[in-house]
């Protein structure tokens, strides 16, 4: 059974770091995985994903440039390191795996998914 498990999230203020783990179980850490995240009556936005083998690691433009999201495979987890955050960071969290064919951004297009974490930035 494949579980994911984020944490990390927290109240910070606006040009503050955080740091999201997301550690995975029932798998081992060899697919892509990926960083959503939602904020209230918003869709779930694609944040950032990394892939396995040299393929690389993308993020949105509204990330580009603050976050850095990286894997260590040895622990079965991914993180995400958010830099300079703005106010309009503040939201629910997820990581997921198990992609399927199409744009990695596509929430509808992945498979499994954690409780996710709450990130709260005031200005």
């Known amino acids: 059974q494949v579980r994911l498990m984020e944490s990390g999230g927290g109240s910070a203020q606006a040009g503050d770091s955080l740091r999201l783990s997301c550690t995975s179980s029932?798998?081992?850490?060899?697919?892509?995985e990926a960083w959503f995240r939602q904020a209230p009556g918003k869709e779930r936005e694609g944040v950032a994903v990394?892939?396995?083998?040299?393929?690389?690691?993308y993020y949105s433009e509204s990330v580009k440039g603050r976050f850095i999201a990286f894997r260590d495979n040895d622990k079965n987890t991914i993180y995400l390191q958010m830099n300079n955050l703005k106010p309009e960071d503040t939201a629910t969290y997820y990581c997921?795996?198990?992609?399927?064919?199409?744009?990695?951004?596509?929430?509808?297009?992945?498979?499994?998914w954690g409780q996710g974490t709450q990130v709260t930035v005031s200005s």
């Open positions: 990394t892939y396995v083998g040299g393929g690389g690691t």
């Open positions: 997921a795996t198990g992609v399927r064919v199409g744009r990695w951004s596509d929430a509808a297009n992945w498979e499994f």
């Open positions: 029932g798998y081992r850490l060899q697919a892509p």
